[in-house]
């Protein structure tokens, strides 16, 4: 069925002029074919791609950071609080490039092939994303794909910016915006020599009514690694826990003096976790939790964004560092 979904595509398409969304200036610089070689593959781009879609999560943020928007991209399931289908810095830059919202793939089952087909793309960005090698080739019938460079889940934000980047044939606008949003992390964090040398573990899926086990974000995570940029570390346990190609653990409560060397906690969660956190005599242990030393994310944009992303970062990140900051504080 898709095969010949795409034949008809492919036919319509020879038949009409198809007009670029929003697309940038190519770096005069950039040569084709390009070669990017990733987890699921090696990608040629031929020529400098005028229909650019998206899936999974952020990859969108890339283009659009950089001028050029989508003709397709994965709605929100996250963070959402109006229910567009649209994070609120991702509205903002639309807004600011005066877009029409683009078409928005639900992607609540799986990716949607036809509905990708149907937006006829040049170049299909996914460097983050836990992208299947069935899914990565199914979307090459589609147009070149650019997936993650190891393992699903796991590419932070800057090899996010330079894969999706090159993709579009603006590697060297993409290394811009990497040295742009590092001097703003570092202009923020400068403000809050606390976090200096504070360790932080981001712990996550914890159930109020039973904390028999404790899950946590590993160092393969974004979220985990984006505590590096904010002038954190992470604890030598979590460090020892952390599963090569894993971007998640999980220990029994019983097991949680191992995390005696956390400064920080961060989690997704409200008031009724940080109370079952120190009522439970087991996790009332921690150093962190008995300091009160906690950042508490909700399903809101803040806690949405603590996943650093391309556009996410500049939106967030002084209300972020300043909870963390404040969590610094408290610990010893």
Avoid at 10 to 26: D, F, N, P, Q, T
Avoid at 179 to 184: C, N, S
Wanted: proline share 6%; net charge negative.
């Amino acid at each position: 069925m898709l095969r010949l979904f795409l034949s008809v595509l492919r036919l319509a398409a020879a038949c009409i002029w198809i007009v670029a969304s929003g697309s940038a200036m190519a770096d005069e610089a950039t040569t084709y074919p390009i070669v990017i070689k990733h987890a699921l593959g090696t990608t040629v781009i031929p020529k400098k791609p005028e229909r650019v879609a998206t899936v999974a999560w952020a990859n969108h943020e890339v283009p659009l950071a950089l001028g050029v928007v989508p003709v397709g991209f994965a709605a929100a399931n996250f963070g959402d609080d109006d229910g567009d289908g649209l994070l609120p810095w991702v509205a903002d830059r639309l807004n600011e490039l005066h877009a029409e919202k683009p078409v928005l793939f639900d992607e609540g089952d799986g990716i949607d092939f036809e509905a990708v087909a149907a937006t006829q793309p040049d170049v299909i960005l996914a460097a983050y994303s836990g992208l299947s090698q069935a899914d990565y080739d199914t979307l090459s019938q589609i147009a070149p794909v650019i997936a993650y460079p190891q393992a699903p889940w796991a590419t932070d934000w800057r090899e996010t910016i330079r894969l999706d980047s090159a993709g579009l044939g603006m590697a060297a606008e993409g290394e811009a915006l990497i040295r742009k949003i590092e001097a703003e992390i570092a202009e923020t964090v400068a403000g809050h020599p606390e976090l200096h040398g504070k360790t932080a573990m981001f712990i996550t899926h914890l159930n109020a009514t039973d904390l028999s086990v404790v899950n946590f974000y590993t160092t393969n995570d974004t979220r985990v690694k984006f505590f590096a940029d904010l002038g954190l570390t992470s604890p030598k346990s979590v460090v020892a826990a952390s599963l090569p190609g894993k971007f998640s653990g999980s220990i029994s409560a019983e097991r949680v003096d191992d995390f005696d060397d956390v400064d920080i906690l961060v989690t997704y969660g409200d008031r009724k976790l940080l109370d079952a956190l120190a009522a439970n005599p087991l996790t009332a242990r921690m150093p962190a939790v008995a300091r009160g030393a906690l950042v508490t994310l909700g399903r809101n944009p803040v806690g949405t964004a603590a996943n650093p992303t391309p556009l996410s970062i500049s939106w967030v990140l002084k209300d972020y560092v300043a909870l963390l900051a404040g969590a610094a504080g408290k610990s010893r």
